[in-house]
């Protein structure tokens, strides 16, 4: 079956630039043959900060937005993380939106597109151990770097290419490979 990724925005302020990314990296996958691709935009979920009694390896959630954060995330073979950079690192609405869960990450790959002054390369390093540590795959040989993200859009809305790095076509390519072997695994595992 054609594995289901999604595309998970980092930030939260209304005057973001990372959706124009995600929007821009949706824009690239929408005719994927192998794979459908799926925008969550973290905003839009309204996550507090995790709230939980019990912690998120138990699997035991008691708050409806955990639960349905939970749903939500736990029928994705793959993600792709758009994120931004914040004194050198990831942004906190991410990293709250990654820590609320455990199990539902685990055992499928993740991919990243970075965007800030250096492309986020920082931001990325942190996220690599991160979902590492969630048992996620981390795909960090094939990240896409939007450099100078002031500069990168245009009058219209749409990103540069001159200001994108590294290989899309690669990183799709290993992300659609990995979530392909790992989605029969989960389920038999499952099972």
Not at 88 to 111: F, I, R, S, T
Not at 163 to 179: P, Q, S, Y
Request: charged share 20%; glycine share 6%.
């Amino acid at each position: 079956m054609k594995p289901t990724i999604a595309v998970l925005t980092s930030t939260t302020r209304p005057t973001r630039a990372g959706l124009v990314f995600a929007e821009w990296f949706m824009d690239q996958v929408k005719d994927s043959p192998d794979a459908t691709f799926e925008l969550v935009d973290i905003a839009e979920q309204k996550l507090p900060f995790m709230n939980e009694a019990q912690s998120p390896a138990s699997g035991v959630y008691e708050h409806a937005h955990t639960k349905a954060w939970s749903e939500k995330i736990a029928r994705y073979d793959g993600y792709v993380i758009v994120t931004a950079e914040y004194n050198n690192g990831y942004p906190a609405p991410l990293k709250n939106a990654l820590d609320m869960l455990y199990h539902e990450w685990a055992k499928k790959p993740v991919a990243f597109v970075g965007y800030g002054t250096v492309g986020a390369a920082r931001a990325v390093e942190h996220l690599v151990n991160t979902t590492a540590k969630l048992h996620m795959v981390p795909l960090s040989g094939n990240v896409v770097h939007i450099i100078e993200p002031w500069n990168a859009v245009n009058e219209v809305g749409k990103v540069k290419p001159e200001f994108v790095k590294g290989n899309l076509e690669n990183l799709l390519k290993n992300l659609v490979w990995w979530a392909t072997l790992l989605q029969p695994a989960r389920q038999k595992t499952a099972a």
